[in-house]
């Protein structure tokens, strides 16, 4: 089955750094979301991608939707205290866009920000 | 904005004791979801449903079950509780209109002892 690996699993960065966040798929994804979970709350929607090659960009975040729509990436640059959080990738299968197959969460990224 | 409203926040039961988390969903939301997540683990997908019909299934016990009612709300309900059911337990929705983009509840906090 459709298995989603996120990489790293703890990210620590000094403040004012930048740091990658990867999403690797073992099948072909119709689309990729990203959250973000602060300690002790729920996943919130940050953005996403449906088409190949995607690049989307919120502020310090940019995020990557690969060529085969297998891999995707979670790029923050000038890392703030406020970035402190687990970052999960959550890919869709199926073969349309708009597929309603369920969403497979990454193991997620947990970053740690040191002042 | 209305968001996903989940009840009740926190849960404490014995083990084989049974017990009912509710969600609402945001208004005009077609799909509920349901996730179960341990410590230190990602959102694991439960059940959805999409239009109160059953959509999809992901690692539910048989233990659980689950049922979207007329008004979108959805029940999941969780018998012969066991110690490694104690999770958070998220309800998320989403419209179709909006491409599926999946708003999360508060949660709710099951500990079994």
């Known amino acids: 089955g459709q298995q989603v690996m996120q990489i790293p699993q703890y990210q620590h960065v000094q403040e004012g750094e930048d740091f990658t966040t990867y999403c690797n798929s073992s099948t072909t994804l119709s689309n990729i979301q990203w959250y973000k979970q602060r300690p002790g709350g729920h996943p919130v929607f940050l953005i996403q991608?449906?088409?190949?090659?995607e690049v989307k960009k919120q502020k310090r975040l940019t995020f990557q939707f690969g060529e085969a729509k297998k891999n995707s990436s979670l790029h923050i640059t000038a890392t703030q205290t406020t970035d402190v959080g687990t970052y999960f990738c959550?890919?869709?299968?199926?073969?349309?866009?708009?597929?309603?197959?369920?969403?497979?969460f990454g193991a997620g990224t947990q970053v740690v920000v040191t002042p | 904005a209305a968001g996903v409203i989940q009840s009740p926040r926190h849960l404490i039961k014995e083990k084989r004791e049974t017990a009912t988390l509710k969600c609402y969903p945001i208004p005009r939301h077609d799909t509920v979801y349901w996730y179960q997540q341990g410590p230190g683990q990602d959102p694991q997908f439960l059940i959805s449903?999409?239009?109160?019909?059953?959509?999809d299934k992901g690692s539910i016990p048989d233990r659980f079950s689950a049922q979207q009612f007329s008004d979108y709300h959805s029940e999941l309900n969780m018998s012969s509780l066991e110690l490694g059911d104690s999770a958070l337990y998220f309800c998320?929705?989403?419209?179709?209109?909006?491409?599926?983009?999946?708003?999360f509840g508060p949660g709710t906090r099951l500990t079994v002892t």
């Open positions: 959550a890919g869709r299968g199926g073969t349309t866009t708009d597929s309603w197959g369920k969403l497979q």
């Open positions: 449903f999409y239009e109160k019909m059953q959509s």
């Open positions: 998320a929705s989403s419209s179709t209109e909006f491409h599926y983009e999946q708003y």
């Open positions: 991608l449906v088409k190949s090659g």
